[in-house]
């Protein structure tokens, strides 16, 4: 048995008069008001549930929360969840501070309840000699006592421009650096004691540098190959360009591994929200002067081929671009992705392909641009299920086996469309 009362749309309700008492429910907004015999559409149940906190909104009929009314002038706190107020915060921090004066070396609070005011009293625990008379000295230690020491006089710098100051142990003294060789040629093992300044120059020359350490430059690396036999090239917060000075050439990255090693592993760390990726960023005109893309531009084309015995062939891709059917602007950049296999070695051949464009549409087979949510040229194949879908929702398609799951009562196969609340028979096996 089921209770039902007056109902109707909320257009329908704001222009009757309902009855003292009546009771009135509206089917699109799901609100319950009640008559009061004189107010055309009755009067919203919600206007007498407002309270502390809680307003009712005549133009949205809703309850909203008002913060601003809950405070500690009408909620009154327990005995346990107390208000944190500016008073017992002071007294909070200065009994912390207080509580922790037998850890503290070197330092001892004490707190003023009556005018909320912490006091730090700091005594000398280190035994530190005093500072008086040791002008331009320098603090020392042999390990148990701190003491102040006297700073040898050091020789006069005029004359010494270019020399170094150097030591025997007892008395410092000014000396002049060995020159250095013309040409590395005049050294058959050379070998670096520190830094190597190239001062503007080049290291030019056919052969290996060979280097267990790292490299630090602020130049390029042209016609030449960088070998890392163990180690690693180290970063932190740089940009690497690899720029291509010769448009007609393509930039080659060869990876050599032996056949007992099969991938190239990126190991880092996740920030939950965010982790590794590669951020590929694409524009028109040049590094220094970039414009805006257009569509249909290919950003990036991520293509695989495998060797054939005589040649590489491709197999797959994935293709990045700007929507070619969709309008650039400043603000908007619609994108496009797709994943392409190919058996021919026929790039341009998008027969076996699989695009989304910037609208949500999904086109199989049927090239760059999609008609459809779904747009699939060719056959698509549903299974023949035994049970109905136990959440059905309308617009779903399905096709019931006649005997286990029989919608149409007809013992027959059929193609059933889910809409109204129910299965609709749209085809019927013969």
């Known amino acids: 048995m089921a209770l039902k009362i007056r109902r109707g ?5 704001s222009s009757i008069q309902f009855a003292l008492g009546e009771l009135v429910v509206t089917t699109d907004t799901h609100r319950l008001y009640i008559g009061d015999g004189i107010e055309p559409g009755g009067h919203n149940i919600a206007t007498n549930l407002a309270g502390t906190g809680l307003t009712f909104n005549e133009t949205t009929n809703r309850l909203d929360v008002n913060y601003n009314g809950l405070n500690s002038d009408v909620v009154s706190e327990g005995s346990n969840n107390l208000y944190f107020t500016t008073d017992r915060a002071q007294d909070a921090i200065g009994t912390a501070l207080v509580a922790g004066n037998a850890f503290n070396v070197g330092i001892t609070f004490t707190y003023d309840d009556l005018n909320n005011r912490i006091t730090a009293q700091v005594t ?12 331009g000295k320098f603090l020392k230690t042999d390990g148990a006592t701190p003491s102040w020491a006297t700073i040898d006089a050091l020789p006069s710098q005029a004359t010494h421009n270019g020399q170094f100051l150097t030591t025997d142990g007892s008395t410092a003294s000014w000396a002049t650096p060995l020159t250095g060789l013309l040409h ?3 050294d058959i093992n050379p070998s670096l004691g520190g830094d ?11 052969g290996n540098i060979d280097i267990n350490g790292s490299i630090t430059s602020n130049s390029t690396i042209t016609n030449g190959t960088v070998t890392l036999a163990s180690n690693a090239i180290e970063a932190t917060g740089f940009t690497f360009n690899i720029a291509n000075i010769n448009p007609a050439l393509p930039i080659v990255v060869n990876r ?3 056949d007992a090693v099969s991938h190239t592993m990126v190991e880092s760390k996740t920030a939950g929200t965010w982790g590794t990726g590669l951020d590929v960023k694409l524009f028109r005109g040049t590094l220094a002067s970039k414009t805006i893309v257009q569509a249909g531009d290919v950003l990036l084309t991520d293509s695989v081929s495998a060797w054939n015995g005589t040649a590489y062939q491709y197999t797959s891709a994935v293709v990045h671009s700007v929507d070619p059917h969709a309008a650039v602007s400043g603000s908007s950049i619609p994108g496009s992705v797709g994943l392409v296999v190919w058996n021919s070695n026929n790039p341009t051949d998008l027969t076996r392909s699989l695009f989304l464009d910037s609208q949500g549409y999904v086109a199989i087979g049927s090239g760059l641009q999609p008609q459809a949510t779904l747009d699939v ?8 299920l035994t049970t109905a879908p136990a959440s059905p929702a309308n617009g779903m398609i399905a096709i019931a086996d006649g005997t286990s799951w029989d919608p149409a009562g007809t013992g027959k196969s059929v193609m059933v469309v889910y809409l109204g609340g129910g299965w609709r028979v749209a085809a019927t096996a013969p």
């Open 9 to 13: 749309t909320e257009a329908q309700r």
């Open 124 to 135: 000398d625990s280190l035994g530190l000699p005093s500072q008086l008379g040791n002008n």
């Open 184 to 186: 590395v040629s005049e």
């Open 196 to 206: 190597l300044t190239l001062n503007t120059h080049n290291i030019t020359g056919t």
């Open 256 to 258: 050599t591994l032996p």
């Open 377 to 384: 040229n060719g056959f698509a194949k549903l299974a023949i």
